[in-house]
């Protein structure tokens, strides 16, 4: 197999995986048509293992699909962006010191940029700043649970020899 079509698999089995964490642990928020779950843990790890490129396309499009699946397709537009974004940028800020301090501080960063995306859209969504605030403690909430599940497999599977060829040559 070539790097393009391993590249294509590992896109594809990110997002497949984002898709299936989103939707397996799904938590309602009353009020704010949005929902509480682990996709972001997932987005976090391709993210760091794999760069920029892989966490905006499998938490962009995994938690967009999520969204369609589960009936909250209102919110597909905007999940595209917000864990597109939020994956970009934690790959971004990862710079490839893959140390504990370097990966949470990237994650929280991108659960930030997640908490004021969601925040943002739910403006748009809801009509209402007081409504859309509503989100942001799930939000939270969401973010650091992501992370306190992403690190540590992260580090984990860093560990693999399977990982780090896929790292080589991808």
């Known amino acids: 197999m070539d790097n393009k079509t391993k590249k294509i698999v590992i896109n594809g089995l990110m997002i497949a995986l984002v898709c299936l964490a989103t939707m397996t642990i799904q938590i309602p928020i009353p009020g704010t048509q949005g929902y509480v779950n682990v996709g972001d843990s997932v987005i976090f790890i391709s993210s760091i293992l794999f760069g920029p490129f892989t966490g905006m396309i499998a938490g962009g499009v995994g938690s967009a699909l999520a969204d369609i699946l589960s009936g909250y397709s209102h919110w597909a537009l905007f999940t595209l962006i917000i ?8 790959g971004v800020t990862i710079l490839k010191r893959h ?68 790292k080589a040559q991808h």
């Open 83 to 90: 864990k597109g974004l939020e994956g970009y940028i934690v």
């Open 99 to 166: 140390t504990i301090i370097n990966m949470v501080s990237s994650t929280l960063l991108g659960s930030i940029v997640m908490v004021i995306g969601y925040f943002l859209a739910g403006i748009l969504l809801n009509g209402g700043v007081l409504v859309s605030a509503g989100s942001i403690p799930a939000n939270i909430v969401q973010g650091i649970t992501s992370i306190v599940i992403a690190v540590p497999i992260t580090c984990s599977l860093r560990k693999t020899s399977y990982v780090k060829r896929l």
